[in-house]
Structures are given as structure tokens and as C-alpha cells.
């Protein structure tokens, strides 16, 4: 895998709309990299809100290996990974970005698999 090195701001504002858009639901998405910088979102058909752990359990190998990992959010007020998204990270590795309420630009966080935070630099697509 690409090292990652950043993020783009207008992705930020779309996972944070879709993780508004769910409340109280959890939102999961898997996410994609162009040239190291997450670039996208890849909703994967029969995702079910609310049962992330689960569907991510379903996710053996990616086929499309621009995906680089994962984001959710966390109904709540914060962004700290629970025991069962330590365990995913660990079992998948890459990439895995929560968001909390406010679902704004400074409530997400990402994490590498160990569950340590990533410093992500925000890029415009522009
Ligand atoms: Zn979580």
C-alpha cells in the first residue's frame, strides 16, 4: 500500500454530511487513496447502517486495492476507537478514519491499525 500522507477537505465534508445525514445510525464507508491522498468514498452495495462491525467482518480482500481502509462515525462525542473498531483495525489494516457529533472538520480522527492517530494533512481538490 501507498504511504498515505493526506486527506482532502471536501471528503471530510461529505463524510461528516453522510454521518449527519444516518444519525442516530452509525455510518461506515470504505475509503479510497489517489497519488497517497484519500480521496473517496466507496459505499459498498448492501452495507447496513448501524452493523458496521459485521459487514466489516464480511470484507475479506479487496479486489480494488486503491482502498485503503475505513470510516465511521460515532454517535456520540467521541472519536476514540471502541475495543471492536481496535480489533478491526488490527485484522485490516490501512487507513481508519471516526467522526463524532459534531460531524464537523475538527471532530475526526484518524488511526493506523495499531490504533495509533495519524496526522493527516488536508489538501483542496480545487
Ligand atoms: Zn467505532
Known amino acids: ?13 461529505a463524510f461528516n454530511e453522510a454521518a449527519r445525514s444516518v444519525y442516530p445510525e452509525e455510518f461506515l464507508s470504505m475509503i479510497r487513496e489517489d497519488d497517497g491522498i484519500i ?20 470484507w475479506m480482500a479487496p479486489v480494488d486495492f486503491s482502498l485503503v481502509g475505513t470510516v465511521h462515525s460515532h454517535p456520540g462525542n467521541s472519536n476514540e476507537p471502541s475495543e471492536d473498531d481496535l480489533q478491526y483495525f488490527s485484522n485490516y489494516g490501512g487507513v481508519h478514519i471516526i467522526t463524532c457529533i459534531p460531524f464537523d472538520r475538527g ?7 495499531k490504533g495509533e492517530t495519524l496526522d493527516l494533512e488536508l489538501f483542496t481538490d480545487s
Open 1 to 13: 500500500m501507498k504511504k498515505i500522507r493526506g486527506i482532502y477537505v471536501e471528503l471530510v465534508d
Open 39 to 58: 480521496s473517496e468514498m466507496v459505499l459498498i452495495p448492501g452495507t447496513v447502517y448501524g452493523d458496521s462491525h459485521s459487514f466489516l467482518s464480511d
Open 107 to 113: 471532530s475526526w480522527k484518524a488511526y493506523n491499525s
